[in-house]
């Protein structure tokens, strides 16, 4: 068929179907790359519900520039511009709701519709020995209040042995429109949030626990991977995500690079002599995925110059010694997973959603990562509670916390006796501008 005709059947062509046809062979490809048929649809989308005489100036400019630039920018330009003026106008569109913030975590509280505007799903990419890589899409969601929890399963797992890296990306469409729902084979565009090691799985992670079925391996930040017992099988991926800067790491990295937010410009205060170290809140959440244990917010935590040791911070949320401040959780900790057959709930762990606000109410320290519990050697040496103690501890590059439960025998419950928080005194610093 002359190219004559082919270009005028793909002027009539919206810009997804453009860009698959593209797709198709390379003179396709040269084809779809006109100048004319993009700058069309760049002169149709700058401002299509004006009114007419509003538009009129704008659009003899328009023609114009069309006419003189047409021949003189090299093939493929105003492609480039169309694509650009989209997805800029795209991520200002779904940032405009990362702004609506609940007063009562100090998140972004309109995540749901975000998603929905921009056509978000997450996948995973395992990458094994010879190169190839193995796309897992299709996760089931469960949202909590400061955290998203993803779990992919399925029974066509490559072998863990061949495997080196998984990668985690947000995925959204490349040309998102709102009346239509996103394609899986239309163009994307893909964010890369986190890369994990896979190789040697078993020894280079933590175990947080095991059932009859299945035993589960953490990686940092948030991976939970679950592993058939007796055999070198993965049964399920679960990410837990926390929404903290959630939309920007799913939406504004790229393929290779990871979302960077802005540095943080710290406002030194001379006046204040313990400037960074009072007015913390907590948020705390401890859940299993599909049930939740616990969710509690603390106000007005402080240390003092004199409790700082070891380059923490310590921040006491619930005294040992201070029975009023005791938190019982509701149910048996665990965490829930399933795969195609099976279902099951893995005891003795929990998802630990914490933000941590700075005196000012902006997110300071944030994760979601599981969490295993081990049986303490030591007696409770309480008056007011009876039972073994099981310590929970997690840490990353910015802190620590340390959780006490008192396992009640005879109400069938956990209590916590003691939580505290080490914050780092290099994130403190690097926040506050202070030298502690």
């Keep these: 068929m002359p190219s004559e005709i082919l270009l005028k059947i793909f002027s009539c062509l919206d810009a997804v179907s453009l860009l698959a046809v593209g797709c198709v062979n390379k003179r396709f490809h040269e084809l779809a790359n006109d100048n004319g048929i993009w700058l069309k649809l760049y002169s149709n989308s700058l401002h299509p519900k004006r009114t007419i005489w509003k538009m009129k100036s704008k659009q003899t400019e328009t023609v114009s520039l069309g006419c003189a630039a047409l021949h003189d920018k090299e093939v493929g330009y105003w492609k480039k511009e169309y694509i650009f003026k989209k997805t800029s106008a795209f991520k200002t569109r779904v940032m405009r709701l990362v702004k609506f913030l609940d007063p009562y975590t100090g998140l972004p509280c309109k995540n749901k519709e975000a998603m929905k505007v921009s056509g978000l799903s997450w996948i995973i990419v395992l990458k094994d020995k010879n190169g190839k890589e193995h796309v897992v899409e299709k996760p089931n969601l469960s949202f909590k209040d400061t955290s998203l929890t993803v779990l992919w399963h399925g029974t066509d797992w490559p072998c863990l042995d061949i495997l080196l890296t998984l990668k985690l990306f947000g995925v959204t469409p490349l040309l998102p429109d709102q009346g239509i729902p996103p394609s899986k084979n239309g163009p994307r565009r893909f964010s890369l949030i986190a ?21 589960l391996f953490s990686l940092s930040p948030g991976l939970l991977v679950g592993m058939w017992k007796g055999k070198n099988e993965i049964a399920f991926v679960m990410a837990n995500l926390h929404y903290n800067q959630l939309l920007e790491r799913s939406i504004l990295g790229s393929a290779t690079v990871q979302y960077s937010p802005p540095p943080n410009k710290p406002l030194l205060d001379d006046i204040d002599s313990e400037y960074g170290l009072h007015d913390y809140r907590l948020h705390l959440d401890l859940h299993g995925r599909n049930c939740m244990y616990l969710c509690g917010s603390f106000k007005c935590l402080f240390c003092r110059k004199r409790d700082i040791e070891n380059g923490y911070v310590r921040l006491i949320v619930v005294n040992v010694k201070d029975n009023r401040k005791h938190l019982p959780v509701i149910g048996t900790l665990g965490i829930c997973w399933e795969t195609d057959v099976f279902k099951g709930n893995v005891k003795d762990c929990f998802v ?14 944030c994760f979601s990562a599981p969490v295993h519990m081990e049986l303490s050697t030591k007696s409770s040496g309480l008056y007011d509670y009876m039972g073994h103690i099981y310590t929970a501890d997690y840490a990353d590059s910015e802190g620590k916390v340390c959780v006490e439960f008192v396992w009640l025998e005879e109400t069938k419950e956990y209590i916590i006796v003691s939580l505290v928080l080490y914050v780092s005194t290099k994130k403190v610093n690097s926040w506050y501008g202070t030298n502690y």
């Design 195 to 215: 890369e994990y090691l896979l190789a040697n799985l078993t020894e280079n992670s933590v175990v947080v626990g095991a059932d009859e079925l299945v035993q």
């Design 352 to 365: 630990m959603d914490l933000t941590l606000l700075d005196e000012t109410g902006m997110p300071f320290w």
